[in-house]
């Protein structure tokens, strides 16, 4: 057996130099097509034009993001944000157990984590809902 597996390790080397030769190759190519790529010099009127769309898009951003706060605000507490003003001055509503869900009722914190989620998924967003216990 150790002649077949010394065999085999010394394929594996052969074909990992050849894996790298390549790789080095691929690399090279990459790089020396990348430096003959011409930067296109942008007129003024471009630059004005991109510099104003960047705005705008920082503008959108800034108005998201603070709509982003003060919903996350809002939803630090049942029915109530940390401020003690309720969910609806933040322009949100505590969800109902959806119907789909028998055989029990859901508990205020969980309807909140709840709430939370749908508020991400209505940004286009992406969370993980999760608790404080350190269970993991």
């Known amino acids: ?34 430096r003959k790529r011409k930067k296109v010099e942008l007129s003024p009127q471009e630059k ?18 603070e709509i ?10 049942v029915g109530r944000d940390f401020d003690n003003q309720a969910l609806a001055d933040a322009g949100l509503e505590l969800k109902k157990q959806p119907k789909i869900m028998s055989g029990g009722t859901m508990r205020d914190y969980q309807l909140e984590g709840l709430t939370w989620m749908y508020e991400i998924c209505l940004q286009g967003m992406s969370g993980i809902l999760a608790d404080e216990m350190g269970l993991g």
């Open 1 to 34: 057996m150790a002649p077949t597996s010394a065999f085999t390790e010394s394929q594996l080397l052969t074909e990992e130099k050849k894996a790298r030769a390549e790789n080095t190759r691929a690399e090279a190519k990459r790089l020396a097509a990348r």
């Open 68 to 77: 982003l706060t003060q919903k996350t605000k809002a939803l630090g507490r």
């Open 48 to 65: 004005a034009r991109k510099a104003k769309e960047l705005d705008e898009l920082l503008r959108k951003s800034k108005i998201f993001s």
